[in-house]
Each structure stands twice: as C-alpha cells, then as structure tokens.
C-alpha cells in the first residue's frame, strides 16, 4: 500500500460503488517513434447505486478511454480507480493495482461491460454467448440458457439465429446480442459504450427502458450514449469530456 492511508468511504457510505480520482491516460505508439498521445488529463469520477452518469464530448474526447480503464482493460496512466467488493476487508478493490485474478473476479461479480462492438468468438451459440456470464457464477446451463432465450426475445433477436454464431450477423444484431451478454448478469455496476448506436428506434427505445431498469434495481452505471434524446430518458447526471490539447506539430 506504500503506506498510503486507506480510504473508508466504501464502509461508511453503503451506495459508492466507483470511485476514479485523477484518471490519466497517455497512449505511447512505440510503433511510430514512441509519440505520445495524451487522451484524458486526469478524471474524477464518482458513481453511486441507481445512478447513471453520461459521459459527454466530442468524438476523440476520450470517453471509451475512460470506460477501458475502469474497467482494467487499459491501466491509467495515473491516478486510482476503485471498486466496490465487499470481499475485501477496506469493501474495495484498487483496479489500478489488481491482479488479473482479482480483475477477472469482479469483472464476473460486479463490473459489467457492453463494448461498442460485439467480439465474436467464431462457433460458439449466440444463446451460449449470452448465457456464458450466468454459467460463469454457477447458474446450471439449462437455467442459464433459458434466462438467455428470454433476454434475446426481449431485444427482438429472431430465435432461427440463437443457434448460430453471431459472426454473420448485421451491426445491430450483433449489438443486440452485446447487451443481452452485457446485461444477463446484472451487474452491481455497468459501463455501456453506445449501446444504442447502431439501433433502429424500436430497438432503441427497448434498450433505453432496459437502461433504466437496471438503474432502478440499484446499478451504478457510466455510459456513452450515442444521442442525446437516449441520454435524457437514461442518464441521472453528465460528465463532460474534451480532448486533451495537444501541441501543434512543428
Ligand atoms: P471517444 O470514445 O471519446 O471518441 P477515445 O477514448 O476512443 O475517444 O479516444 C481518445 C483519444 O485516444 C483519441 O485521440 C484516440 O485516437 C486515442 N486512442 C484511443 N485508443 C487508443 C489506442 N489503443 N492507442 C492509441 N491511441 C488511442
Ligand atoms: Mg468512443
């Protein structure tokens, strides 16, 4: 801890479940001469149960940046980034400092993700991808795959596709999918990078209501929110976002 004191916010206020002080990123593209890319100046963040914050900027404000690092896919460049787990003693875990197990353990328990685009892993099921995340903490496949069909119908993925592998699918199908495997599992806390971007308005609509429910069963929730009529029926607060400024080239 490099004697660091510990914060006990996490035990005294029951509804903080993030909690991001100071979130830098810099990318360095050691590929391309080492340049330096600075893509968030150092974020605060707060995140509360039945919350959900809209991050707001233009595009290349850094907004998916900030949602990888949450998340751990990316690790900040500096600042802290802390987790509700009420397995831990301080009711934290330090997702700056974790370990890929513990990562991976909050990421099945508590932390969800809806990735902008859907990773297809080739012949595996639409319905096992969906259900994977219950089958993860020990729901029997059957029951699993059952709450996954009922998920998929939901968001209107035809049933002559759940036996297929989502590869072939088109972009809104494929982000169907996404939230149903994003959602399943429902998540003390979600990270949602435009859920609705490639959505019809029905579709929309659908994924907006579930949005909202999930806030209302007490997620926390930060989402990118493609536009901004999603953003008013979704969102409880914003945080704004710009580019970092970055010297003109020489
Ligand atoms: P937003 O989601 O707000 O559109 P991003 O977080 O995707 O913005 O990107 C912020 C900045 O960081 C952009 O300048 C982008 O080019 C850069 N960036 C994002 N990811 C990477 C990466 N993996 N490597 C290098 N630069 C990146
Ligand atoms: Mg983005």
Redesign the pocket.
């Known amino acids: 801890m490099n004697g660091e004191s510990i914060d006990t916010s996490f035990v005294r206020d029951d509804k903080l479940m993030l909690r991001a002080r100071g979130i830098a990123?810099t990318?360095v593209?050691h590929t391309q001469g080492g340049q330096s890319?600075p893509?968030?100046p150092g974020v605060d963040l707060d995140v509360s149960r039945g919350e959900c914050v809209a991050?707001v900027?233009?595009?290349?404000?850094?907004?998916?940046?900030?949602l990888?690092c949450l998340y751990g896919n990316?690790l900040a460049s500096a600042g802290s980034i802390q987790l509700r787990d009420d397995t831990c003693e301080q009711r934290y875990l330090s997702i700056t400092g974790a370990s890929a197990h513990d990562i991976m353990r909050v990421r099945r328990d508590v932390i969800g993700y809806v990735s902008q685009f859907l990773r297809v892993i080739p012949r595996v099921s639409t319905l096992d991808i969906v259900a994977e995340p219950l089958i993860a903490r020990g729901v029997e496949v059957d029951a699993a795959r059952a709450r996954a069909g009922e998920w998929l119908a939901r968001l209107n993925v035809p049933e002559r596709l759940w036996q297929l592998a989502p590869a072939t699918f088109s972009g809104g199908e494929q982000q169907r999918v996404n939230i149903a495997r994003g959602l399943i599992a429902e998540h003390p806390v979600l990270l949602l990078?435009e859920p609705t971007a490639s959505l019809d308005a029905t579709n929309r609509h659908i994924v907006s209501e579930i949005i909202v429910e999930a806030r209302k069963r007490g997620a926390a929730i930060v989402g990118?929110f493609h536009d901004e009529a999603t953003r008013e029926q979704v969102a409880t607060r914003r945080l704004e976002?710009e580019?970092v400024e970055t010297p003109a080239f020489a």
């Open positions: 990123k990318f593209l890319i893509a968030l991050l900027g233009p595009s290349g404000a850094g907004k998916s940046t900030l990888r990316y990078d990118i976002l580019p």
